[in-house]
T-cell receptor, first 118, second 109 residues
Framework: GAVVSQHPSWVICKSGTSVKIECRSL??????MFWYRQFPKQSLMLMAT?????????EQGVEKDKFLINHASLTLSTLTVTSAHPEDSSFYIC??????????????FGPGTRLLVL | RKEVEQDPGPFNVPEGATVAFNCTYS??????FFWYRQDCRKEPKLLMS???SGNEDGRFTAQLNRASQYISLLIRDSKLSDSATYLC??????????FGAGTRLFVKA
């Protein structure tokens, strides 16, 4: 089946540092990638949607200067949490949309990245 | 009002029981509906799509009621391995996906 990978899976960092998370579609080309955030016992919240080669579209309340998204190719998107603070600690999940052997475009999720900011 | 609402549970059921979850959505223009399963500290995984005519996959049956704007998931003959959080997912045009907060299910031996 289609695979989406994320790296790193775990990050612990000091407040004020920037953290970069990579999301890759391993066996298909992702026309669109999505970044979600999930706090404990809460639902996944869409942060932004990005299409390859264009600027990301951010959801209301998500600071684009704090969460930098780069979708450089059809298989790679990166999320950079700039100047991370403890309140940014969360589970970040990327998702990629594409045709992965099926007849319809489907959304596939990465395994997630746990960020803990001290 | 939340765009997608679910009873958070938890539902505690014995093995072999039948359990049903409901989910309501507010956007009447929603086009696609899904149930995802999320295990603790893992990413969501697609359980099944939900079609207007209703669909079944083994022990799982999903139904959609567009008039009342709700979808349901029925699990028959519950297994211990069914313990997870079940997410109701609604998609409007353009692949904008809205997740419900999830319903937790615990299946006991």
């Amino acid at each position: 089946g289609a695979v989406v990978s994320q790296h790193p899976s775990w990050v612990i960092c000091k407040s004020g540092t920037s953290v970069k998370i990579e999301c890759r579609s391993l066996d298909f080309q992702a026309t669109t990638m999505f970044w979600y955030r999930q706090f404990p016992k809460q639902s996944l919240m869409l942060m932004a949607t990005s299409n390859e080669g264009s600027k990301a579209t951010y959801e209301q309340g998500v600071e684009k200067d704090k969460f930098l998204i780069n979708h450089a190719s059809l298989t790679l998107s990166t999320l950079t949490v700039t100047s991370a603070h403890p309140e940014d600690s969360s589970f970040y999940i990327c998702s990629a949309k594409g045709l992965a052997g099926g007849a319809e475009e489907t959304q596939y999720f990465g395994p997630g990245t746990r960020l803990l900011v001290l | 009002r939340k765009e997608v609402e679910q009873d958070p549970g938890p539902f505690n059921v014995p093995e072999g029981a039948t359990v049903a979850f409901n989910c309501t959505y507010s956007n009447s223009a929603s086009q696609s509906f899904f149930w995802y399963r999320q295990d603790c500290r893992k990413e969501p995984k697609l359980l099944m799509s939900v079609y207007s005519s209703g669909n079944e996959d083994g022990r799982f049956t999903a139904q959609l009621n567009r008039a009342s704007q709700y979808i349901s998931l029925l699990i028959r003959d519950s297994k211990l391995s069914d313990s997870a959080t079940y997410l109701c997912v609604v998609r409007a045009g353009g692949f904008k996906t809205i997740f419900g907060a999830g319903t937790r299910l615990f299946v006991k031996a």
